[in-house]
């Protein structure tokens, strides 16, 4: 009888432990918001923290973000109406260069099986060769025709690129 009841809480025991882990997402963490005032009602901090807070303005709208913990890797984009309040963000003095732009496009590459519906595929971003920024730890993109703008985080480990390695992301700009 004591053996079946052992037999017993360690199998509830295993349930509970499996249980836990299959909780612990590794996956993504959506995160939606309207417009500007829902996003900017936020109190905690850790909750916009892989937002590049700085670039979303008042007239933002229909602002996603999805971030992966497994891979630290983020996609964002948000609408917008007002070109002018990008204006100084996007001007061509912090434009990324050819080799950065090479960089970001196989970063892109590497996570292309997890990007959202909602964000562009690789084959969007092979023929933006100009207009890539690095803003807060993210590249972000203005994209004029649709009034999107587009923020991408990659994994922060090294690249190869072209031969050579590049440093991660944090490593890159900081």
Known sequence: MKLRNVNLNLQFYGII???????????DYLQEFRNFNEFDKIENPRLTGWFPVEIIKSDAQNI?????????????????????????????ENHIDKTYIGIFQSQIKLVGNIIPEW?????????????????????????????QIYYFHPEEESTRFNGKMYPGIRETIR
């Open 119 to 147: 964000f562009p595929k690789v084959d969007y971003w092979k023929t933006k060769n100009s207009g890539i920024i690095l803003f807060d730890n993210c590249y972000a993109y203005r994209d004029s025709k649709r009034k």
């Open 64 to 92: 996603k973000n999805i971030s992966y913990l497994s891979t630290k890797c983020v996609f964002g984009a948000f609408d917008y109406e007002n070109e002018e309040l990008y204006d100084s963000i996007f001007n061509k």
């Open 17 to 27: 432990v499996l249980m836990f882990f299959t909780s612990c997402n590794n996956g």
